[in-house]
């Protein structure tokens, strides 16, 4: 049979097509579906899915396959499952990226990875016979298992929360809020290729760790990574984000301020107006949190629904994000324990924090 070796982002997303996280998909998308999904956030079959899933091949190994009825599918020399090839396509990649991306700037990590693949992209089923163990796999569930724990738990009521960042205080208000109204919160970190500066694995884990065990119920909170590459596709992202936790048995996602976002390329909250345009569609029910901060003159974790000062004093307010938590960290200040907690950056000693250069 003829083979096709794949990168590691490659096999990770044969591997959640096959094991259900980004259904109704079950395989790369043909031509149509990637057309409808690029123009109009839905697959032919009217399903919201916002964001390609797409095999971008160097064209010698896509002519290489063209016609075959079955390829294996093999990753650092092991056979891991099969492709049934049935679409070979182009596209004007900088007129998707703007569609996609809402811009075509090579500077945005999600269009410049985008525009340098291969050059042509293969549809078709996928079928996984092997799964792969990385260094962080015994922290990664399957939606099946997911599923089968929250039932296992009595759970009906569970939100998902996405984060790519070691957790602040503001996370955990979100978390906490969230928690309140749900029987259980399920934290499922994106653990995959991602753009320099950001967290590295070891630290987003050891974090979570000193949070969750320190500072949570035990009995309410499920802790497992995601294994997929970030697009930073800001609010189609959430509302992909949105899809993948409804397959891992998720009714509730929250969704709060830029989610999936870098740099200024979306506003605060695109994301809540976006999957807006979609509800009673996913099979999920989206928690639009604002972005909390801390305000001195409450003294404590609030945001603009609750807290008059962010207009009248703005001195009593910092703002909290990831960006400026990682500023702090890598010009070597330790951030005051009313943005994060002590416990965490104690967690943190020794570990590397940060991706030195854009992942592959």
């Known amino acids: 049979m003829t083979e096709l070796h794949l990168t590691k982002n490659q096999y990770l997303e044969v591997e959640k097509l096959s094991l259900g996280a980004f259904a109704p998909l079950s395989g790369f998308m043909n031509e149509e ?31 290489r396959i063209a016609g075959r009825p079955s390829v294996a599918l093999v990753y650092e020399g092991e056979e891991i499952g099969t492709l049934n090839p049935e679409s070979r396509f182009a596209c004007d990649r900088a007129a998707a990226s703007r569609k996609v991306f809402g811009t075509d700037d090579s500077n945005h990590p999600g269009v410049n990875y985008f525009c340098g693949g291969g050059g042509v992209f293969v549809g078709g089923a996928v079928s996984l016979t092997r799964r792969v163990q990385f260094e962080f796999s015994e922290e990664e569930r399957s939606p099946a298992e997911t599923r089968a724990l929250f039932a296992s738990r009595g759970w009906k009521r569970i939100v998902g929360f ?35 500066g950001d967290y590295t694995p070891e630290a987003i884990l050891a ?68 999957t807006k345009c979609f509800d009673g569609e996913l099979g999920i029910e989206v928690v639009r949190l604002k972005g909390p901060y801390y305000c001195r003159a409450c003294d404590g974790i609030v945001t603009e629904q609750t807290c ?36 965490i950056i104690a967690a943190l000693d020794g570990v590397p924090l940060f991706v030195e250069e854009d992942d592959a």
């Open 207 to 274: 974090g979570y760790r000193a949070l969750i065990d320190s500072f949570y119920q035990p009995d309410r909170v499920v802790f497992g990574i995601l294994s997929t590459w970030m697009r930073y596709a800001g609010p189609r992202e959430a509302v992909f984000h949105a899809i993948i936790r409804r397959n891992y048995g998720c009714t509730h996602f929250i969704v709060g301020r830029d989610h999936a976002g870098v740099g200024d390329y979306y506003g605060k909250y695109d994301a809540h107006e976006l």
């Open 33 to 63: 579906q990637f057309h409808n999904v690029v123009d109009d956030m839905r697959l032919p079959t009217g399903d919201p899915f916002p964001l390609p899933v797409v095999l971008d091949l160097a064209p010698d190994d896509a002519k």
């Open 162 to 196: 996405q984060t790519r960042n070691v957790p602040h205080r503001a996370h955990e208000y979100l978390q906490r809020v969230a928690l309140e109204t749900v029987d259980g919160l399920f934290v499922q970190p994106l653990v995959g290729r991602k753009k320099k």
């Open 308 to 343: 008059p000062h962010e207009e009248t004093m703005p001195d009593a307010v910092t703002h909290i994000s990831g960006t400026d938590i990682r500023a702090m960290l890598v010009g070597g200040r330790v951030p005051e324990p009313h943005l994060i907690r002590p416990e």
